[in-house]
């Protein structure tokens, strides 16, 4: 599955009613609470795929985690959950809420999203709520993410998309945005990744609306965003070539 976001998605009652729930938990335990930035859209997007899964069955790896509510929200749920960033001011908020709260919810403060230091095949779930955008060797922190989710579970990210030809832009100081045919290549066409519709094609129809919603939080918002959901593949067990 891929798609982009939608103003008309993000204004909906649906969507409206999970960013609040997550907006409730976030402002209970002093995490970032989002009214107008991209993730009113991205996290209830998501969620959609992620609601329908039994949480305390799940060990959940987050990529880029800062204060973002999602991953603690998940582990209220009863997800086991592992937290990665690279950014150590975000380490004292983390110890408060886990002295403070029954979460399963542990972390590792990584250098470099490339080098992950977990075992192959150890999470049923990778999520990254725009993160992509901000590596520097997009290719090798995609094979690391897959290479700790196990075969047949779920990788959810969103990214920010940037195409030029559209009058787009995206600061330099915050990273490289993808655009359409760069995650393509890179994400969608994946052999080792299964969409969750293969079929699903771009709603390029929403991105003005979107891009005019989004340049409303900041001037640099210049951009638009997606986001996809795969399932590892399965290993091949046959035997056969």
Not at 190 to 219: G, I
Request: aromatic share 12%.
């Amino acid at each position: 599955m891929r798609r982009l976001a939608s103003v008309d998605e993000l204004r909906s009652p649906a969507f409206r009613s999970f960013m609040s729930r997550v907006n409730g938990f976030a402002q209970e335990h002093g995490l970032r609470v989002h009214t107008d930035w991209s993730k009113v859209w991205e996290y209830p997007w998501i969620w959609q795929y992620l609601n329908p899964l039994h949480f305390p069955d799940l060990k959940i790896l987050d990529i880029g985690s800062e204060v973002s509510p999602m991953p603690w929200f998940l582990a209220s749920l009863g997800a086991e959950v592992w937290l990665t960033e690279t950014d150590p001011t975000h380490l004292p908020k983390w110890q408060e809420l886990k002295e403070a709260h029954d979460f399963a919810i542990g972390w590792d403060l990584i250098s470099d999203p490339q080098d992950l230091p977990m075992a192959d095949a150890t999470f049923d779930v990778v999520t990254s709520f725009s993160v992509i955008e901000h590596m520097d060797d997009k290719q090798s922190a995609l094979d690391e993410a897959l290479r700790v989710l196990k075969p047949g579970g779920l990788f959810c990210l969103t990214f920010d998309i940037c195409e030029a030809s559209l009058g787009m832009t995206f600061p330099e100081w915050n990273g490289k945005a993808l655009d359409l045919a760069t995650f393509d290549q890179l994400i969608w066409n994946r052999t080792d990744l299964e969409p969750l519709d293969p079929l699903a094609p771009w709603n390029v129809e929403d991105m003005d609306a979107f891009r005019e919603w989004n340049l409303q939080s900041a001037p640099h918002h210049n951009y638009v965003v997606g986001g996809a959901v795969f399932h590892k593949k399965q290993e091949d067990s046959s035997g056969g070539p």
